[in-house]
C-alpha cells in the first residue's frame, strides 16, 4: 500500500507517495487555493490523480500549519486562517473515503527529520527539535521516535511565546495576528526579516545574504539582528528542553550564515558551562514537511 503525504502550506501545497521501502514513487505541487472548500478540492483532486497513475490506494497524513482543537476536533491557531474552525480531519475522510490522520506542519518536520533526516544519526532515543522559519515560525518534537503533541495538542508552537531578553528597542514587539504582541514568529519569520532590513511593506528576505556579501550594510544589520533574536529564542528551548539537536526548515533555513552565527551566539542565554547542541539544516530541504506527513502511519 501506498503511504501518501500531503503538506498544506499557505501558498503552495506538496503531495507525495512513498512506496513499502520509504522511496519516492511521485510528488507533486499546485497553488493551495484560498478558502476552505478550495482546500478540500484540492486534496481530494491531488489523492485521486496520485492513485489513478500509480494505481494503487494510500494511507493519507496531512500536515497544516494549525492544530486540531481537543475539545471541538476544529483547526484553530492556523496561520492560513480560512483553515481555522474547519473540521479538516473529517471533511476530508468523507472526500477521500477513508481515515485521515493530520498533524502539525512542524509536527511533520521534526518527524521526517528524526526518521532519515538530519536529526537520524543521535539514536533511536534522541530528543529532536525542528523549527520553521517561513511565512510563519514554529516547531515540532520528537522524542524516540514519536511526535510529542502534548496534552493540548500544542508541543512545539514556540513561536507564539514572546521574544525572550527582549531589548528596549524590542519592547513590547510588533503585533501579531494571534492577538498579541511581541511573539517570536514577530521577530523571526521571513516576512519579518524582510521588513527589518527594508521597511513596512517589504515581505521577501531571500536576497538579503546577497546584498549582505556584496556589501549592503542595512542587509548586514538586518540579518545579525536576526541572527541574535534567533539564538535567544533557541537558547529557551535549549533551556527547557536540551534536545540532541535542533534542526531548521522553511525558506530561512536556507541561509546558511545562520547555522554559524546562532550557535556563536546562544552561549550567552544558555544555562550551561557548554553548548554542545547541533545546529542543522533539515537534509530534505523544503520536502521534509511532506515526507513527515506520510509517515504519520508509520508503526510507533
Known amino acids: 500500500m501506498l503511504r501518501i503525504g500531503i503538506d498544506l502550506g499557505g501558498t503552495k501545497t506538496e503531495i507525495v507517495a512513498l512506496g513499502p521501502d520509504g522511496g519516492v514513487l511521485l ?39 494549525g492544530s486540531l482543537s481537543p475539545s471541538t476536533g476544529l483547526v484553530r491557531g492556523a496561520n492560513s ?29 521534526a518527524m521526517s527529520e528524526a526518521a532519515d533526516g538530519a536529526g537520524a544519526g543521535f539514536g ?32 512545539g508552537e514556540w513561536g507564539h511565546n514572546p521574544l525572550p531578553w527582549m531589548t528596549a528597542e524590542e519592547h513590547p514587539g510588533p503585533a501579531c495576528w494571534c492577538g498579541r504582541r511581541g511573539c517570536i514568529e514577530t521577530f523571526l519569520s521571513g516576512p519579518a526579516l524582510a521588513a527589518e532590513a527594508d521597511g513596512p511593506g517589504a515581505t521577501d528576505a531571500a536576497a538579503l ?22 539564538a535567544r529564542a533557541l537558547a529557551h528551548v535549549i533551556n527547557l ?44 530541504g523544503d520536502s521534509s514537511g511532506v515526507l513527515g506527513a506520510a509517515r504519520l502511519w508509520d508503526p510507533p
Do not use: K, Q
Not at 493551495?32 to 478550495?38: D, F, I
Not at 474552525?85 to 518536520?109: E, F, Y
Not at 536556507?254 to 544558555?270: G, S, T
Open 124 to 155: 533511536p532515543r534522541a530528543t529532536i527539535f525542528a523549527a520553521i522559519l517561513g511565512t510563519g515560525v514554529g516547531a515540532g518534537i520528537v522524542i524516540g521516535g514519536r511526535i510529542l503533541e502534548g496534552r493540548n495538542r500544542i508541543a
Open 27 to 65: 510528488r507533486r505541487r499546485a497553488p493551495t487555493p484560498p478558502s476552505y472548500g478550495g482546500v478540500l478540492d484540492l486534496i481530494a483532486g491531488l489523492v485521486a490523480g496520485m492513485e489513478d497513475d500509480l494505481g494503487a490506494r494510500g494511507t493519507v497524513g496531512l500536515g497544516i500549519p
Open 241 to 284: 528542553l536540551d534536545p540532541d539537536c535542533i534542526v531548521l526548515g522553511g525558506g530561512l533555513s536556507n541561509m546558511a550564515h545562520l547555522y554559524e552565527r546562532v550557535p556563536a551566539l546562544w552561549a550567552r542565554w544558555v544555562f550551561s558551562d557548554t553548548v554542545a547542541t547541533p545546529l542543522l539544516p533539515a537534509r530534505h
Open 81 to 109: 486562517t480560512w483553515l481555522n474552525g474547519g473540521r479538516l480531519d473529517r471533511d476530508l475522510a468523507a472526500r477521500l473515503g477513508r481515515p485521515v490522520r493530520l498533524s502539525n506542519d512542524a509536527n511533520c518536520l
Open 209 to 230: 545574504p546577497a546584498r549582505a556579501a556584496s556589501g549592503d550594510a542595512r542587509a548586514t544589520a538586518a540579518l545579525e539582528r536576526h541572527a541574535a533574536r534567533l
